[in-house]
């Protein structure tokens, strides 16, 4: 089982420039999430996904999209990227028949310059 | 949400015992206990879940009293690799809920 897999690991954009953060999971898991974690910072919740065909923002939306594209991918969309947008994501899911808490990808660290 | 609050750093040495409180007065009937692990570079982990009494599996045990409102997790002898941040989270399990990770509690095991 890979659990949660994210593409890509490493990202250098410019200010303005788009891109689309990809997680897929393997588990059969029905909640889907993205954080963001800026150095030496807790988890922030961006968007999630309780179950395939639903979203709902988080704490910090803004300037973010998701797509819930099936049960096992959940992608994230920078339209216009900002340096303030730099930050380490992880997306994670969640709701398998025996709940073992959220499981975490291994993270996308991005760089907006 | 019930909010949890965790001491900021803890230090230890090689083979103590570490217990860690965290405290969450607000929590409802239908949540549920999490504790996280978190190595630099790497997305959180799940160590153990409980919702009363002890749990206890091959890496911590979980503590909770009666009244749910603290817990306790115990990691028996620390090595040098258990330094990381742990996170102490309530959760209603498997309810798609939005998680609210605070700062966690960073444990320096020292040799």
């Known amino acids: 089982n890979a659990g949660v897999t994210q593409t890509p690991k490493f990202q250098v954009l410019k200010t303005g420039q788009s891109m689309t953060l990809q997680c897929a999971q393997d588990?059969?898991?029905?909640?889907m999430y993205w954080y963001r974690q800026d150095p030496g910072m807790g988890l922030r919740l961006i968007y999630y996904?309780?179950?395939?065909?639903?979203?709902d923002k988080g704490e910090v939306p803004n300037g973010y999209n998701v797509s819930r594209l099936n049960k096992r991918e959940f992608s994230l969309r920078l339209e216009s990227a900002a340096p303030s947008q730099t930050s380490v994501y992880f997306c994670?899911?969640?709701?398998?028949?025996?709940?073992?808490?959220?499981?975490f990808g291994s993270g996308t660290r991005l760089t907006v310059v | 949400l019930a909010k949890t609050t965790q001491p900021i750093s803890m230090d230890s040495y090689e083979g103590q015992e570490v217990n860690i409180t965290c405290s969450h007065n607000?929590?409802?009937?239908?949540?549920?206990i999490t504790w996280y692990q978190q190595f630099p570079s790497q997305g959180p982990r799940f160590i153990i879940q409980?919702?009363?009494t002890k749990v206890t599996n091959e890496v911590a045990s979980l503590f909770i009293p009666a009244d749910r409102k603290s817990s306790t997790l115990s990691l028996p002898r620390v090595s040098l690799s258990d330094t990381a941040v742990y996170y102490c989270l309530v959760e209603v399990v498997n309810a798609g809920n939005m998680l609210t990770f605070g700062g966690g509690t960073r444990l320096m095991v020292k040799p």
């Open positions: 588990m059969n898991h029905n909640s």
């Open positions: 607000n929590i409802a009937t239908n949540d549920y």
């Open positions: 994670a899911s969640s709701g398998g028949l025996f709940n073992y808490g959220y499981t």
């Open positions: 996904s309780a179950s395939e065909g639903t979203t």
């Open positions: 409980g919702y009363k």
